[in-house]
């Protein structure tokens, strides 16, 4: 069970990291953060160098490059998507990635759900669906017209939904890359690629980084919180009896603090249908673990 709470460790500290992205982009643009806090993160794996070469298969200098530019590809569209719409709205959209692991799980690594783990996605999946239906009944129901819906762009829920996905195939290839190389190998080179990607992206598109960036105290905490929450979620995918279902619902933890977050630290509106939707979510979690 030490896996599990590694991964409802990461979880929680993902719910917080994008509470502290929502403020480093209150300062920088999507792209300046992005690279930053990348390039910050990679700095806090420069110990691990010494284990990331010993013993490494050379294949994989290839196979964790597929890996990293999925993650370049979804770190920009969720970075884009949370500087735009509500971070409460972004927590609960972000639960899609259950439905995208979750088919990973049961068609790749041939994985077999509990019963208990198949209630508690039902749940998960309920809350996701009541965040969607609640709003439209609100309106139809308001005959006043004082319901005030949020307003989203289509553009960056199709963006958060595009992050899920890439996200779905990287949790994945985690644990099929696990099975032959340690969480420092794969921590070290998959920071050390998207550097890389991330630095050729600034030089083709010509973006200069404004010198504020590195000042911005926020980027500083979120490359840290990243760390260690990432290390978690190796050390977890390393254990043979970690399944990545599971898994993906114990990560749902961070749905509740962005939720709660949304409401204290940025006062957002209509919060109440999300909290519900949050509390739903917490039960499915729970009973998710039972047998496990």
């Known amino acids: 069970m030490l896996w599990a709470g590694l991964v409802l460790f990461y979880g929680i500290v993902k719910g917080f990291r994008d509470v502290v992205k929502k403020k480093a982009l209150t300062k920088n643009t999507v792209m300046e953060v992005l690279f930053v806090y990348t390039f910050l993160t990679f700095l806090f794996c420069i110990p691990e160098a010494p284990a990331a070469f010993k013993g490494f298969p050379p294949k994989y200098f290839f196979l964790i490059a597929i890996k990293s530019f999925v993650i370049f590809i979804a770190w920009i569209c969720s970075f884009k998507a949370l500087d735009n719409i509500p971070i409460s709205l972004y927590g609960v959209l972000d639960l899609s990635r259950i439905l995208f692991s979750t088919a990973f799980g049961i068609f790749v690594l041939k994985e077999k759900g509990s ?14 669906l009541f965040l969607k239906i609640y709003p439209e009944m609100k309106k ?36 099929i890359y696990m099975r032959d190389i340690n969480s420092s190998q ?74 709660i977050c949304g409401k204290f630290i940025f006062k957002e509106k209509n919060i109440g249908y999300k909290i519900f939707c949050a509390a739903i979510i917490l039960v499915g ?8």
């Open 186 to 259: 794969l921590q070290f080179w998959y920071m050390f690629y998207l550097v890389i990607f991330y630095g050729m992206y600034f030089v083709v598109r010509r973006i200069k980084i404004s010198s504020s960036v590195w000042k911005n105290g926020w980027i500083w905490i979120l490359s840290f919180l990243f760390f260690i929450a990432d290390k978690a979620l190796f050390i977890a995918n390393s254990f043979a009896d970690s399944k990545v279902i599971i898994m993906t619902l114990l990560k749902q933890s961070a749905c509740i603090v962005s939720i």
């Open 140 to 175: 139809r129901s308001d005959t006043r017209g004082t319901y005030k819906a949020e307003k989203i762009p289509s553009i960056y829920v199709w963006m958060v939904l595009a992050s899920c996905i890439c996200n779905a195939i990287s949790g994945c290839l985690d644990k």
């Open 285 to 292: 979690l729970v009973i998710s673990m039972i047998g496990q």
């Open 115 to 128: 019963i208990y783990s198949t209630v508690g996605l039902l749940l998960i999946l309920f809350g996701l």
